[in-house]
Nanobody, 123 residues
Framework: QVQVLESGGGSVQAGGSLRLSCSTS????????MGWFRQAPGKDREFVGI????????YFANSVKGRFTISRDNAKNTVYLQMNSLKPEDTAVYFC????????????????WGQGTQVTVSS
């Protein structure tokens, strides 16, 4: 059985930084990418970024390009989301995702999800 756990959320001032971590226990049979989504109160879940586990290629939403980076440790099935220059609009619950599922509008779901970690950015 696969479980996904995020950590590293918290409260920071605008312009600050946070690093989120996501690890898995019980490796899935298929694991091609891990990444992050977020959901702000009253809004739909939004894609943030992913990284492929084999090639290490990363992809980001336009809203976070240039501010967020993602890295992975394949041996630990772990990914890290480094968030810099945080803005109040980055405030959301951030969810780790394993094996994102793609639709016509891009990633919208995943095979496995973490429970979420709260990120709050004050102005």
């Amino acid at each position: 059985q696969v479980q996904v756990l995020e950590s590293g959320g918290g409260s920071v001032q605008a312009g600050g930084s946070l690093r989120l971590s996501c690890s898995t226990s019980g490796r899935p049979a298929r694991m091609y990418a891990m990444g992050w989504f977020r959901q702000a109160p009253g809004k739909d879940r939004e894609f943030v970024g992913i990284i492929t586990m084999s090639g290490g290629n990363s992809y980001f939403a336009n809203s976070v390009k240039g501010r967020f980076t993602i890295s992975r440790d394949n041996a630990k099935n772990t990914v890290y989301l480094q968030m810099n220059s945080l803005k109040p609009e980055d405030t959301a619950v951030y969810f780790c995702a394993v094996n994102p599922i793609y639709g016509s509008e891009g990633p919208y779901d995943a095979e496995y999800w973490g429970q979420g970690t709260q990120v709050t950015v004050s102005s």
